[in-house]
C-alpha cells in the first residue's frame, strides 16, 4: 500500500482570480485522455512520493473511449502517478511522470481521438463531475514578454464588455502566471487584454482556450 500523506485541498475555487508565480502549486494540470478503445471505469492519481492511491477520481462515472478529463492535482508536486482500470478487468499505470513539463496524459494511442486533457482526484486531485472537460475554458496566463504587466481583462467572446481588472491590486510580473477562471458550456473562444505599467496596451480576440492548460502571453 502507498503511503497517504496528503489531503485534497477544500475549496481549489478559492484560487480563482489569484495569480501564481511560475514555480508555485498547479503547474501539474493535465487532460487525462482516454484513447484505449475500451471505458476506463476508475481512475487514480496522486504523487509519486505517496503509498495511498486514495478514492477513484472518476466516482459514480465513467471515462468511454475517445473521452477526456481535466484532471487539477491539488498537490504541487511535478512527479505524479496514474492508474486506471477497465470495464471487464485489466488495468494501466503512468508512473512518475513529470506533469508540469506536458498538457496530457493519454492511454491507448497518443494521436487519436480526444487529444488533451486536464481534470483530477484522488489521493490529491479533483474531477469537476458532469461537465464536459472540453468545454472548459479556464486557463492560466503567464507573461511571455519581459514586462510587468498591470492589468488584465479576459472575457468570453460572446460577452458584450470585459469585464473587471483581474490582477486587482497586483501586478503580473515577467514569467508569473494567473489563473483565468472563466464558466463552462458557454463557448471555448475569447478575448484577452493586457496594459503595460507604461499604458501601452494590447489584445487578443477569439482565442480557442477550451484544449489549452496556458496561454504564453508575448
Known amino acids: 500500500m502507498r503511503r497517504h500523506v496528503l ?3 477544500a475549496v481549489l475555487a478559492g484560487m480563482a482570480g ?8 498547479a503547474q501539474n494540470r493535465f487532460w487525462l485522455v482516454n484513447n484505449t478503445g475500451r471505458v476506463i471505469e476508475q481512475a487514480y492519481v496522486s504523487s509519486s512520493r505517496v503509498e495511498d492511491w486514495g478514492p ?3 466516482g459514480t462515472s465513467v471515462l468511454p473511449s475517445g473521452n477526456r478529463v481535466w484532471v487539477t492535482p491539488s498537490f504541487g508536486d511535478c512527479v505524479l502517478d496514474v492508474r486506471v482500470t477497465y470495464q471487464g478487468g485489466g488495468e494501466e499505470r503512468r508512473m512518475q511522470v513529470n506533469a508540469c513539463n506536458i498538457s496530457q496524459i493519454v492511454f491507448g ?3 487519436a481521438g480526444a487529444g488533451a486533457s ?3 482526484g484522488g489521493a490529491g486531485a479533483t474531477v469537476s463531475p458532469g461537465r464536459p472537460a472540453a468545454a472548459n475554458p479556464s486557463f492560466y496566463l503567464r507573461n511571455g514578454t519581459g514586462v510587468t504587466i498591470r492589468e488584465v481583462y479576459v472575457s468570453l467572446s460572446s460577452d458584450s464588455n470585459w469585464g473587471g481588472d483581474r490582477l486587482g491590486q497586483n501586478v503580473l510580473q515577467p514569467n508569473q502566471r494567473l489563473q483565468v477562471s472563466l464558466p463552462a458550456g458557454r463557448g471555448c473562444n475569447v478575448d484577452i487584454r493586457v496594459v503595460y505599467m507604461d499604458g501601452r496596451a494590447g489584445e487578443r480576440r477569439g482565442l480557442e482556450t477550451c484544449s489549452l492548460a496556458e496561454v504564453i502571453w508575448r
Open 7 to 9: 489531503a485534497i485541498l
Open 18 to 25: 489569484g495569480f501564481v508565480p511560475a514555480s508555485a502549486e
Open 56 to 58: 477513484d477520481i472518476l
Open 109 to 111: 494511442r497518443a494521436g
Open 118 to 120: 486536464v481534470g483530477g
